[in-house]
Structures are given as C-alpha cells and as structure tokens.
C-alpha cells in the first residue's frame, strides 16, 4: 500500500513557475514508477509526465514538453514536477499517481488527493 500527498500548488501569472511534490508512505516507493497527471475543469483527467522508478527515464506529454520537468528522491520518498512558463491552459487540479506504467490512468494502482493549480493571464 502506498500513500501520496501532493503539496505546492496555488496562483501564479502566466510566465511563472511552480514546483510541485508528492510525497509518498512506504519502503517500496522507489520501486515504482511515477506519474502526474492533471484535469482542468469540465474536461478528462490526462497525463502530464512519468518516471521510471530508477529516475533515469522520463516521458512527457506534448503539451508540456521542454516547460515540465518531473524527477524523484528515492531518499526521501517523494516525486516533484518542476513547471516553468506556465499557461491559463495549465490550470488544473494535479495529481500524482504511483505503480503504474504508459500515459493511461487505469494503468497506475495509487493516486493522491490533488493539488490545484491556477495559472492567471
């Protein structure tokens, strides 16, 4: 069993930057893959980035690609999104997601609560 608390959202003008962390419970996170995902009002939950459990491979989806950057501290059990020149567009609840693989989302065993995002213009 896993638990993730994602921390370090809030209001920022486009342009600006957040950082964002998950911080999961147990002795065998680094031994999973991570994902965040995201979901903006009235629209689907979709994937924003992974890594591998190892932190040596990552994967992001187009639309963020070259602004985010996901990484991990197995050592400290927690995942990170770095998000740099964000857009009204990124506005989202975000949410990080353990024990899965690929960008769909019923792929991944465990999710946290969300942290919400606002990006204003």
């Known amino acids: 069993q896993v638990q993730l608390v994602e921390s370090g959202g809030g209001l920022v003008q486009a342009g600006g930057s957040l950082r964002l962390s998950c911080a999961a419970s147990g002795r065998t996170f680094r031994s999973y893959p991570m994902g965040w995902f995201r979901q903006a009002p009235g629209k689907e939950r979709e994937f924003a980035a992974r890594i591998s459990s190892s932190g040596s491979t990552t994967y992001y989806a187009d639309s963020v690609k070259g602004r985010f950057t996901i990484s991990r501290d197995n050592a400290k059990n927690t995942v990170y999104l770095q998000m740099n020149s964000l857009k009204p567009e990124d506005t989202a609840v975000y949410y990080c997601?353990?024990?899965?693989?690929?960008?769909?989302?019923?792929?991944?065993?465990?999710w946290g609560q969300g942290t919400q995002v606002t990006v204003s213009s």
């Open positions: 997601a353990a024990g899965g693989v690929g960008t769909l989302e019923s792929n991944y065993e465990y």
